[in-house]
């Protein structure tokens, strides 16, 4: 009898805990949600944060900021999101860039199993840009001048050796067998100012940060990493059909990650609220404008995804030299 009083005690103390972290759960979020962002201001993942920000705050009933902290290849951001609460209400910005630090600078002083993985955001294509008064007209002009002149175009982009857009040119140089000096940038910006001011010869960029130096006559897209052209420049060629055959599954991707011990009730919230925020008319216009994929994942199929891309970067990182 005394057995059977102390389970039916137990169990009702263990209902009362239950519920009550139901009701803490039921609470959140309660207080300002921050998205440290590893990119500088105006760069495309700042811009997605904010776009994402400003559509998520009616949904979560709360203010939601962004942070920059670029440097130390993402370590600046990751330190800052692991010395925070695992609560939810310090978010980050992930890219193909963080996934690469992890296998490589900063491999020993973080690692995958230390996040969470919310949301994919949006899938953003790589293209190959030149100034408008250039002499290479076509990928093919670019890639003859660079076989006869082997590490003298200097091409620019986001990060250093093993950055989503240093592979990514990776992928193409190597495809199309010529050699370049990479020239690294705290944001894709960056090196879209430093090619308008000749600085370097070519960008690895993204649409939304040439199109209007496109539009203006400043800039040429010799073509994009993307298996279709894209709809607002019909007359750029895909690599492939400007004849060079790169490895498929290499995605600009952009999405929201977490350290890892969120609760997962909060965690699918999170993920959820926010695959609704990208669906909403205002985030929809953004991404159609910038010439991006809507990239919506939730946070059990990205963290899928977030494994794939591992492997392809550790595959690169081997091919570069980066890791053995």
Not at 6 to 15: E, F, T
Not at 43 to 63: N, V
Not at 100 to 110: H, S
Request: with cysteine.
């Amino acid at each position: 009898m005394k057995s059977k009083v102390l389970c039916m005690a137990m169990a009702a103390v263990l209902s009362l805990v239950f519920a009550g972290l139901i009701s803490a759960q039921g609470k959140y979020p309660v207080k300002t949600i921050t998205i440290i962002t590893h990119t500088a201001a105006g760069s495309p993942t700042d811009l997605m944060a904010r776009q994402l920000a400003r559509a998520a705050e009616p949904l979560l009933g709360q203010t939601v900021v962004v942070q920059n902290k670029p440097g130390g290849s993402s370590a600046m951001q990751m330190a800052a999101l692991l010395s925070a609460p695992a609560d939810g209400y310090t978010l980050a910005t992930v890219t193909p860039t963080q996934i690469g630090a992890l296998e490589g600078p900063l491999k020993g002083q973080f690692n995958i199993d230390q996040f969470s993985w919310i949301t994919c955001v949006e899938i953003d294509p790589y293209v190959i840009v030149v100034q408008a008064g250039s002499p290479w007209k076509t990928l093919k002009d670019l890639v003859d001048y660079g076989k006869k002149n082997p590490n003298k175009l200097r091409v620019g982009g986001f990060g250093s050796t093993g950055s989503g857009h240093n592979v990514a040119f990776n992928i193409f140089s190597k495809a199309a067998d010529f050699k370049t000096v990479w020239m690294p940038y705290e944001g894709t910006n960056a090196a879209v100012i430093a090619l308008l001011g000749g600085h370097i010869d070519v960008a690895n960029s993204n649409p939304g940060q040439v199109a209007q130096h496109v539009e203006a006559g400043k800039l040429r897209i010799l073509g994009v990493m993307a298996p279709k052209r894209l709809p607002d420049f019909p007359h750029v060629p895909t690599y492939a059909e400007a004849g060079y055959q790169v490895e498929e599954g290499w995605d600009q991707f952009r999405g929201i990650l977490g350290r890892s011990g969120i609760p997962k009730p909060i965690q699918i919230q999170l993920s959820d609220i926010f695959l609704k925020a990208i669906k909403s008319a205002p985030f929809q216009d953004y991404l159609k404008k910038t010439q991006m994929e809507d990239g919506s994942m939730g946070t059990e199929e990205f963290a899928a995804f977030v494994k794939k891309q591992s492997k392809l970067t550790v595959h690169w990182y081997r091919e570069l030299g980066i890791i053995k």
